[in-house]
Each structure stands twice: as C-alpha cells, then as structure tokens.
C-alpha cells in the first residue's frame, strides 16, 4: 500500500510538470488550453495522493480508509469541473514565459481544499515525529517533515493563475522533495520492521 500510494504521488506531480512544460511551449491558446486542462488531472489529485501517501506511510490508513476514499471523490468533482465549463479555468493568460490557466471561482474553492489537505498531511507527520520514540520511526517522520515542507514551496505557482507574473518554480521544490524523500525512504524505510511484521510475511 505505502509503496503504490508513492507510486500514484509521483505521478501526479509528474502530470502536472509535463503537461505545464508543454502548455508553455505551446503557440496556439486552444492548445496550450488544452495542456493545462489535462494539467490540472495531476494538480487535483495531488492533495488526495499525498494524504494517502501520509496515513500509509504512518500506519494510520486502515483507521481512516473512509475519509481518504471520500477525498479522492472530492477531488474527482472538482476534475469534472474542470471539463464541464469555464468554472474552474476561465482562460488562459499570456505571459513572457508562455500560457498559463486563469483561475475561476471553482478553483479557488479548490486551492483551500488543497492548503488544508496539505496542513493536515504536515500536522500528521509533525505530530508522529513529536510522539515517535527515538531512532529510525521518528527519524524518518523527520525526514517526510522535511521533504513535504520543500514541496509545498510549489504551491506558489497557484499566483500567476490569478495574474500575478511570478515564474512558476515549482519543479525545483519537487526535485527537492524527490531528494530529501529518497533519503529517507532509503534509510529508515517505509515501515518499521517488528516481530509482528516479520511473522505477517
């Protein structure tokens, strides 16, 4: 479980930066429109991933099975939106560094959804990294505390939707995230290693 959740995280992020790439280099609006809307499938799912990725990497999914399948439907209603009209992306704005989508009220609603779902993975590996015993559990909440952290830097990129020029850098923040995760999934590893897991396998 904790290995597919990361799998599915990876791959949102990796959508969402090869489908922007192109909507950049794209010269024609409609296409670069058509670029960022299947964007937007990587960025909805974003929040959904890593919160599952964070009650599996915890132990905690099973507990809370119920509250991660219904935000994976919650962000499944906002990616109809994003195909059913001009709710979510109203245009498309023209800046030096190419197109970029033009928030609508929907995606606004959507960004909250996003911050909160992100502030509660943060806190869930806050509070694990405060209450783990020392060594390997409480190091490697650490090192997700860390990694996390870098990638919500990328959350910048949601101001030049709203007209504000700032050149969205979001892909350094993720290949931060790549680095410090890789790290920690290296040397602590996904999940403890216990009596009780050696006797399941």
């Known amino acids: 479980r904790v290995t597919i959740s990361f799998f599915v995280m990876t791959t949102t992020a990796a959508l969402w930066l090869s489908s922007y790439s192109l909507m950049y280099c794209a010269l024609d ?37 119920r509250r991660v399948w219904l935000i994976w439907e919650i962000c499944l ?5 994003v195909f059913t009209g001009n709710a979510f992306i109203r245009g498309m704005y023209r800046y030096d560094w190419g197109y970029y989508p033009m928030y609508n009220w929907m995606a606004t609603l959507f960004i909250c959804f996003f911050f909160a779902l992100m502030s509660l993975s ?16 409480r190091l490697r909440s650490q090192g997700f505390l860390w990694a996390f952290g870098i990638a919500y830097l990328g959350s910048f990129d949601f101001l030049a939707a709203y007209g504000i020029p700032l050149y969205p850098f979001g892909y350094i923040p993720v290949l931060g995230f790549i680095l410090f995760a890789n790290r920690t999934i290296r040397r602590y590893r996904l999940v403890n290693i216990t009596p009780e897991l050696a006797a399941k396998l």
Do not use: C, D, M
């Open 77 to 81: 209603g906002f990616l109809l939106t």
């Open 29 to 65: 609006e409609r296409v670069a429109a058509g670029w960022s809307r299947i964007g937007q499938v990587g960025i909805l799912f974003i929040p959904a991933s890593v919160y599952h990725f964070t009650l599996a990497a915890l132990g905690n999914y099973k507990r809370l099975k």
């Open 122 to 137: 943060l806190l869930s590996y806050w509070r694990a990294y405060r209450t783990a015993p020392a060594g390997a559990a």
